[in-house]
T-cell receptor, first 118, second 113 residues
């Protein structure tokens, strides 16, 4: 079975603080994909990043960085120097290989609500 | 630059009424999905369609039916709405290659009273 756990339900920080959102996943697949999505107060789901299970290289995009550790089945997301506009619900998700029983569908974590206060 | 378009955006239904949520994508994607989002539970898959002409149940299919009308369109029908179906519904689509990003519509807020 596949499962994604985001243990942090809500996080509140003050602007300019760094914040890390945790994501732990379970899968029996040897090849899989991990995603992060952002859901701002307006409600839409915005794609942030996709990682292939074969690629454990960390990635940085501006103030965002992602730490993928296959050994601990974790895919954590860090926002550096947080801003009020970062306030949103963040979802981690897992997808199997298209063509398998998973058919590429996403399994979501419960989401972490991030509040950045001015 | 439409992407995934779903309608209606907001709907209030009475218990027992029926309705259909419409979804269309213009990205020539093979796979389409319907999710529901409830507080504290993330997004859960209702039904999906891996290709035109095929549909399969997801995690929470009870009370719903779907139709993959053509490659572009994938509708979700509530035959007899129940208060437990009050939720935000998201349609999504994905290309046919492994690891392709899934793109979501803007969501449909449904309230069943």
């Amino acid at each position: 079975a596949q499962k994604v756990t985001q243990a942090q339900t809500e996080i509140s920080v003050v602007e300019k603080e760094d914040v890390t959102l945790d994501c732990v996943y379970e899968t029996r697949d040897t090849t899989y994909y991990l995603f992060w999505y952002k859901q701002p107060p307006s409600g839409e789901l915005v794609f942030l990043i996709r990682r292939n299970s074969f690629d454990e290289q960390n990635e940085i995009s501006g103030r965002y960085s992602w730490n993928f550790q296959k050994s601990t089945s974790s895919f954590n997301f860090t926002i550096t120097a947080s801003q009020v506009v970062d306030s949103a619900v963040y979802f981690c998700a897992l997808s199997g290989v298209h063509g398998s029983s998973n058919t590429g569908k996403l399994i979501f974590g419960q989401g972490t609500t991030l509040q950045v206060k001015p | 630059n439409a992407g995934v378009t779903q309608t209606p955006k907001f709907q209030v239904l009475k218990t027992g009424q029926s309705m259909t949520l419409q979804c269309a994508q213009d990205m020539n994607h093979n796979s389409m999905y319907w999710y529901r989002q409830d507080p504290g539970m993330g997004l859960r898959l209702i039904y999906y369609s891996a290709s035109e002409g095929t549909t399969d149940k997801g995690e929470v299919p009870n009370g719903y039916n779907v139709s993959r009308l053509n490659k572009r369109e994938f509708s979700l029908r509530l035959e007899s709405a129940a208060p437990s179906q009050t939720s935000v519904y998201f349609c999504a689509s994905k290309g046919n290659r492994s690891g392709n990003t899934i793109y979501f519509g803007e969501g449909s807020w449904l309230t069943v009273v």
